[in-house]
């Protein structure tokens, strides 16, 4: 029995740490943002951001049990009452579309760019896929992150480890950088958790009605946060290492390229794992949150969800983003605070 729940908890971990993972992370532009730019001060914003992970994860999955919460409407519902709930849900299902069209368009990109492909075969072919695993439900989810997942981790943990045998890697690593605004190393790992978890929650809802299992969700929350902790430090300790690692769009790729040279091009393949469990994840809590307003069959919901987010990668809509990115910054910390005090 023991066994068996643990099996369930590295696939409860899986998912949840593909889900936290995308493109952000994957090109390493998120870690810079929210923790490599601020040296070593970056390392105690990502252990806060790690226990966050670990303790709120395993919250909004044992509430959504008590709550016998199907869609993260429910759950927002709980937290912000019935009438600022709606509104909340309305931002975040605008911003799980939007975001599943920026991760199409930048795997069309990556086809492009890396495999000299064109962009919307790239696209096409990530909605086929993605479809034929969301037939399958939770357990499709569940087996697309348990087999790209521990190939992330490897990965990011072969690099961190490559990094600590070159040449001044303490030194880079204990470098304090000199900033004018010191409140934003505070504030970072909470923004970053807030960000992460309020998108995460469109998943990690649905999950835990699925899983059911208390014992389970907590094993897997704390293993997932504890490997996203790794991961983020196996991530900053290899970007410190890169000279002027912040002027870089993907970072990451730059790292490769000086510690791993042989694996530049399986890292192109790895960008599209990471950036694919994220459209997986971000597809099934739309479907699950559709399922609970309309009765039409799982294949047209998810036609649809595809459907809007090939539009959506299209065209640019840098300005939707820029209008939805603020807001959606201010409820995900309203979030993050109502879920703390629950």
């Not at 480890?161 to 970072?188: C, Y």
């Not at 970072?251 to 469990?277: D, K, N, R, S, W």
Request: with cysteine; glycine share 10%.
């Amino acid at each position: 029995m023991a066994l068996r729940s643990w099996i369930g908890a590295c696939q409860v971990a899986a998912v949840y740490i593909g889900t936290i993972i995308g493109a952000g992370f994957a090109t390493g532009k998120e870690i810079v943002q929210f923790f490599s730019q601020f040296g070593f001060y970056g390392v105690f914003g990502i252990i806060v951001s790690g226990c966050l992970f670990i303790f709120l994860g395993a919250k909004i999955m044992l509430k959504a049990v008590d709550l016998q919460a199907k869609s993260f409407q429910e759950f927002n519902s709980y937290l912000f009452g019935a009438k600022f709930g709606f509104a909340a849900t309305v931002v975040q299902f605008l911003m799980l579309v939007g975001v599943t069209g920026v991760m199409l368009s930048g795997t069309g990109a990556l086809f492009q760019e890396r495999f000299h492909i064109p962009a919307n075969v790239g696209i096409l072919l990530t909605i086929i896929i993605g479809f034929l695993v969301m037939r399958k439900g939770v357990s499709g989810l569940l087996v697309v992150n348990v087999f790209v997942v521990p190939l992330m981790v490897l990965f990011h943990l072969y690099a961190g480890g490559e990094a600590a045998n070159s040449p001044g890697f303490m030194q880079n690593v204990l470098i304090r950088e000199e900033m004018d605004q010191t409140w934003k190393v505070w504030t970072s790992p909470f923004s970053y958790a807030a960000f992460n978890l309020a998108l995460a929650q469109a998943v990690l809802v649905p999950l835990a009605f699925e899983i059911k299992d208390k014992q389970t969700i907590k094993q897997g929350a704390f293993l997932g946060g504890a490997v996203l902790t790794c991961l983020m430090l196996a991530s900053h300790v290899s970007l410190v290492q890169l000279p002027g690692f912040a002027q870089y769009d993907i970072p990451m790729a730059q790292v490769v390229e000086q510690l791993v040279p042989a694996f530049h091009f399986v890292y192109a393949f790895l960008i599209y794992g990471e950036i694919f469990t994220s459209v997986i994840g971000n597809v099934y809590g739309l479907k699950q949150q559709l399922q609970t307003h309309v009765s039409w069959p799982p294949s047209v919901l998810l036609f649809l969800i595809f459907s809007a987010g090939f539009l959506l990668s299209q065209v640019s809509y840098g300005t939707l983003l820029s209008l939805l990115y603020p807001l959606f910054g201010f409820i995900s910390l309203v979030f993050l605070v109502l879920l703390w005090k629950k």
